[in-house]
């Protein structure tokens, strides 16, 4: 992919299960922009460091081994090496080892680049915790997606169930609490809305009316 330094960018953070996937596909099939999941990166190497029994705090073994992944997103299949990790990678489990790595100065430098290879013509929507604030702060489109971490935790099982998963709410809401505070506090790149990003709180949003306040701010920003 040909990087474009200045391709428009619309960056989408927020925490887990507050609706930031889902919101920036539909921003991304609105605008014909292209997307990247940058979350979905982490959780890979999560889940590939889990299959190659490498510990999820050797930096070092994990930073190797992200330099030979070779990643394809096509629709909703994510392939990695030739495996089809799309159902795994979505689990709250490996959203919880996903932060793990995620906290780690040299992962996040060697996925840095991957992400910003993403910017390009006609322009992106870049799904994340710190597309804002880190991969992309000159973006003239930022938002901050919030909800309540009883209505993520709601949302996230709905979600899993209808894949077929087995899922228990009590343990996701858990769960979510506790990704939460291990991402608001990391010493690198916390969790926190960018200073120009309009913070949108969606406990008692439709995806409908979130969908419309984000495609006006984003008018404001590239008009």
């Known amino acids: 992919m040909q990087h474009d ?6 960056t989408i953070d927020g925490p887990g299960g507050s ?14 922009w292209h997307l ?3 979350g979905a990166l982490y959780r890979i190497v999560a889940v590939s460091a889990q299959s190659q029994a490498i510990d999820l705090e050797d930096e070092n073994a994990l930073v190797v081994m992200i330099a030979d992944l070779q990643i394809a997103f096509a629709g909703d299949i994510v392939d990695v090496n030739g495996k089809d990790l799309s159902d795994i990678i979505r689990t709250e489990e490996t959203g919880v080892a996903a932060s793990r790595v995620a906290a780690l100065p040299g992962v996040r430098d060697a996925i840095l680049a991957l992400q910003k290879s993403f ?10 915790r710190d597309m804002g604030t880190v991969v992309f ?4 489109a930022k938002i901050f997606l919030d909800a309540s971490a009883e209505a993520r935790a709601d949302r996230r099982y709905k979600q899993l169930k209808n894949k077929g998963l087995s899922v228990n709410l009590r343990d996701l809401l858990e769960q979510i609490q506790e990704r ?3 991402d608001r506090g990391r010493a690198v790149a916390p969790l926190k809305p960018a200073a ?3 913070i949108i709180d969606s406990t008692q949003m439709t995806i409908e009316e979130v969908l419309e306040t984000v495609m006006t701010e ?3 920003g590239y008009s």
């Open 5 to 10: 330094p200045l391709a428009p960018v619309v």
């Open 36 to 38: 990247l999941d940058s």
């Open 119 to 128: 910017q390009r013509a006609p322009g992106l929507v870049a799904d994340g």
């Open 180 to 182: 939460d505070a291990r």
């Open 218 to 220: 984003v008018t404001k």
């Open 137 to 140: 702060p000159h973006s003239k």
């Open 196 to 198: 120009d990003a309009l």
């Open 19 to 32: 609706g930031k996937g889902t919101l920036s596909s539909l921003v991304a099939a609105k605008l014909g």
